[in-house]
């Protein structure tokens, strides 16, 4: 399975010089059927690493950007009057029919609006009028978020930041990757020649792979500690929750099947902790104005509970 795997992140790098990190956090989420925050300054490959990713894996992609004049009917969809028939039918918002959906600028729309993807995002369905559509399998959404300090933002509600499985960041390239990107681009944009390295029904296959990634109960019980140790720590007014307990689990169990086994060790664990928590936190004031981040926290959580030895 790790041979699939890393083609398709060979792929995916194509259009996205020197993010192998990235690149292999986004994977492993989308195997979880998990979704993804990139929260990161404009230009810096965001939508094209969405893109490639649907390239790569043969599916329905589709695009939104969010401003504040979008509305909650246009993710989810709306019933509208027929008069031929007497009767209201449903007209199908931006998430129905989507395998990946993009939502560009996610803090830059209304709070109802982003609460609009929550049913989406946590039970593959919407409900309109009181009636339920069920989106297609798998359903991912790759949402990006500017900093908010940048003009017209807002920070998510915490309801939807607990909703994607981690946050990450693209960063800005090396200079020597930053070069390469130009001169892979003198022949045209590599996001035309990407090829699909799975079908959707392979896609589908790969997640029930990971689901059944054998995790033992010593790890479950480390991953417990990890999580536990956020909602007793002095400078975090809001540890994570239980959904960040699942979330670090299953990411645990992508990360043992991308590196070739079948079963999760600690180091798993380490890898994808901070990426799953690190959003879900709100410090203390103390804290924050101190200039403390969720990052430099978790790192010391994680130095600070031991690590089971397995046998």
């Not at 404009?42 to 490639?52: D, E, H, S, W």
């Not at 560009?104 to 009636?131: C, F, H, P, W, Y």
């Not at 590196?259 to 936190?281: K, M």
Request: hydrophobic share 40%; charged share 20%; proline share 6%.
């Amino acid at each position: 399975m790790n041979q699939k795997l890393d083609a398709i992140c060979r792929e995916v790098q194509k259009a996205l010089t020197g993010k192998q990190a990235v690149v292999e956090k986004v994977l492993m989420a989308m195997l979880c059927g998990g979704h993804i925050l990139l929260d990161d300054v404009p230009g810096v490959g965001k939508t094209t690493l969405a893109v490639a990713f649907s390239k790569a894996l043969g599916l329905r992609y589709r695009r939104i950007q969010f401003t504040p004049d979008v509305l909650p009917s246009d993710i989810v969809g709306f019933s509208m009057y027929d008069k031929q028939q007497n009767a209201f039918r449903y007209v199908p918002g931006i998430v129905t029919g989507t395998n990946l959906l993009l939502g560009d600028e996610i803090n830059r729309t209304s709070s109802k609006t982003q609460s609009a993807l929550l049913e989406a995002m946590e039970e593959g369905q919407v409900t309109v009028d009181g009636v339920s559509h069920p989106l297609p399998k798998p359903f991912t959404v790759i949402a990006t978020q500017n900093p908010t300090g940048a003009a017209g933002t807002q920070l998510l509600p915490d309801s939807q930041m607990d909703r994607f499985m981690v946050r990450l960041s693209m960063g800005y390239p090396s200079p020597k990757d930053e070069a390469a990107m130009v001169l892979n681009r003198q022949e045209g944009n590599p996001l035309q020649s990407l090829m699909p390295i799975v079908t959707r029904e392979q896609l589908i296959a790969l997640q029930d792979t990971v689901e059944r990634t054998f995790i033992s109960d010593t790890v479950v019980s480390y991953i417990v500690r990890l999580v536990g140790a956020t909602r007793n720590d002095a400078e975090i007014a809001r540890g994570a929750s239980p959904r960040a307990t699942l979330a670090v689990a299953a990411m645990s169990k992508a990360v043992a099947q991308l590196r070739g086994r079948d079963y999760v060790i600690p180091g798993d664990v380490r890898e994808v902790f901070a990426r799953c928590v690190e959003h879900r936190l709100i410090l203390t004031p103390r804290a924050q104005t101190q200039g403390i981040l969720p990052g430099d926290v978790l790192e010391r959580i994680v130095q600070s509970v031991p690590a089971p030895k397995l046998r």
